[in-house]
């Protein structure tokens, strides 16, 4: 159990599964779980562009002061937010393996491709001269000499070849820029995904907020969906 969920295990704010027969339905104007979802659905591509395009966009440079009062205001929808976003991301590490298991299933079909195309085999040959040619020399220097300088400068002419090497193969496979996402910023999109459901939990609730107040707490998410629906269009 958790924060969002009540005991017979339906969401504390939403849409229900079962409604008693005798009152009628109370269908939610909102869905809360809809940034919380669709943020579980993002790549790491799709993240790298939502950090780029919140780090460049005026209203990230300082914390909106509707948006903070909207979460003093309401703890308790604030902690149910949490709770949710919780549910679908889990911890900042799951929700970034998350979005590197989105990332390998978009990049499945160049996968497929190049194994069509027999470049993978290639970069696979490639890749196996190289251990080799890195393994080779400090093992033919431990078999045949006790001297300790000429291993370490070995090994020192091997790890410089192995980052050339590692290049080389890097661009000789065409392998997609791997994007870095840096723990904060990932913070602050987590946060914006939060401010998204508080918003849609009191819209829910029936809780009167002003629409600026609205907008701003779902400016965040908003911003992210548009950065994924950027990428996207990078990669008809």
């Known amino acids: 159990?958790?924060?969002?969920?009540?005991?017979?295990?339906?969401?504390?704010?939403?849409?229900r599964t079962e409604t008693p027969t005798d009152q009628p339905a109370i269908i939610a104007s909102v869905r809360v779980e809809e940034a919380a979802e669709g943020a579980a659905r993002l790549g790491l591509d799709e993240m790298a562009a939502a950090i780029?395009?919140?780090?460049?966009?005026?209203?990230?440079?300082?914390?909106?002061?509707?948006?903070?009062?909207?979460?003093?205001?309401?703890?308790?929808?604030?902690?149910?937010?949490?709770a949710l976003v919780k549910v679908h991301l889990g911890s900042p590490r799951q929700w970034r393996m998350k979005a590197q298991t989105v990332r390998d299933k978009q990049l499945a079909s160049v996968a497929a491709r190049r194994k069509?195309?027999?470049?993978?085999?290639?970069?696979?040959?490639?890749?196996l001269g190289l251990i080799v040619a890195l393994i080779a020399p400090p093992a033919y220097v431990v078999a045949t000499s006790q001297d300790?300088?000429?291993?370490?400068?070995?090994?020192?002419?091997?790890?410089?070849?192995a980052l050339v090497g590692g290049h080389f193969l890097t661009i000789r496979a065409r392998v997609?820029?791997?994007?870095?996402?840096?723990?904060?910023?990932?913070?602050?999109?987590?946060?914006?995904?939060?401010?998204?459901?508080?918003?849609?939990?009191?819209?829910?609730?029936?809780?009167?907020?002003?629409p600026a107040a609205a907008a701003a707490g779902r400016r965040g998410w908003t911003s992210i969906q548009e950065a994924a629906a950027a990428v996207a269009l990078l990669r008809r």
Request: with cysteine; charged share 25%.
């Open 1 to 15: 159990m958790n924060e969002y969920h009540l005991a017979d295990g339906s969401p504390r704010y939403g849409h």
């Open 52 to 82: 780029d395009k919140r780090l460049t966009s005026a209203w990230a440079d300082r914390p909106d002061k509707s948006v903070a009062i909207l979460r003093e205001q309401n703890p308790e929808e604030l902690a149910a937010a949490r």
């Open 116 to 127: 069509a195309s027999g470049s993978a085999r290639e970069v696979l040959a490639l890749r």
């Open 148 to 161: 300790i300088l000429k291993l370490l400068i070995v090994g020192a002419i091997c790890f410089v070849a």
């Open 176 to 210: 997609p820029v791997m994007p870095s996402i840096r723990g904060p910023w990932l913070a602050e999109l987590r946060e914006d995904v939060v401010n998204a459901t508080l918003v849609a939990i009191l819209q829910n609730k029936g809780i009167a907020m002003s």
